[in-house]
């Protein structure tokens, strides 16, 4: 069983900077891409950003390219994503997901995660 636990979310004002973190086994980390999905109430599950399980290649929605980063910390098996120049239209709540390097066909697409976190409240105020 895979365990994502997430933490850094928070209630900031735009302009504002989180750092939201996600912790997991080493060797859930070292077998799975790793990915940041949002949601808000009544929408579906969105695409943020992802990186490789070597950490080579990350992607990022265009909605947070040039604001958001993602990295990772192989000794902590932890998972970051830096939000940087927040908008109200980041509030959310953040998922972090694992999915399996050798059957990831597609990083933008939920459906190749199987295992996902509680999810952490990000709230950005105007």
């Known amino acids: 069983q895979v365990t994502l636990v997430e933490s850094g979310g928070g209630s900031v004002r735009a302009g504002d900077s989180l750092r939201l973190s996600c912790a997991t086994s080493?060797?859930?980390?070292?077998?799975?891409?790793m990915g940041w999905f949002r949601q808000v109430p009544g929408k579906e599950r969105e695409f943020v950003a992802s990186?490789?399980?070597?950490?080579?290649?990350?992607n990022y929605a265009d909605s947070v390219k040039g604001r958001f980063t993602i990295s990772k910390d192989n000794a902590e098996s932890t998972v970051y994503l830096q939000m940087n120049n927040l908008k109200p239209e980041d509030t959310a709540v953040y998922y972090c997901?694992?999915?399996?390097?050798?059957?990831?066909?597609?990083?933008?697409?939920?459906?190749?995660?199987?295992?996902w976190g509680q999810g952490t409240q990000v709230t950005v105020a105007s």
């Open positions: 080493a060797r859930t980390f070292g077998n799975n891409n």
């Open positions: 997901a694992a999915g399996d390097y050798r059957r990831m066909i597609n990083p933008y697409r939920s459906s190749f995660y199987h295992s």
């Open positions: 990186i490789s399980a070597l950490g080579s290649r990350t």
